[in-house]
């Protein structure tokens, strides 16, 4: 990877400003726009003893409100799993030669 990016020549962040307030006022240097949509939010419903389970702890970490608690708890978990994930998959590519 390193000797690729020897051949491509790398902008200075004040080249890149001055390319862009260059082409600020030119309708052909810009793309096309496009729209993003925020993801739309979703409910979770959980069992009562669960949820009494988890307003427990939320209290006990000083969380202001369950639902940050649970987020909170959830993305450490979901970077737990990817990072397991990431893991196996560069052992997995390792073990087969690539």
């Known amino acids: 990877m390193g000797h690729m990016k020897s051949k491509r ?4 962040e004040e080249e890149i400003d001055q390319k862009v307030i260059s082409q600020a006022n030119d309708e052909s240097a810009w793309e096309s726009p496009f729209k993003v949509r ?4 979703t409910s979770v419903s959980l069992p009562s003893e669960l949820a009494s389970r988890a307003a427990f702890f939320a209290r006990l970490h000083r969380e202001v409100s369950l639902d940050n608690w649970l987020k909170r708890i959830i993305q450490e978990r979901l970077d737990i799993e ?5 893991g196996l998959k560069r052992e ?7």
């Open 9 to 12: 020549r790398v902008m200075a």
């Open 38 to 41: 925020k993801p739309k939010p």
């Open 82 to 86: 990817e990072a397991a994930f990431s």
């Open 92 to 98: 997995l590519l390792t073990k087969n030669g690539r």
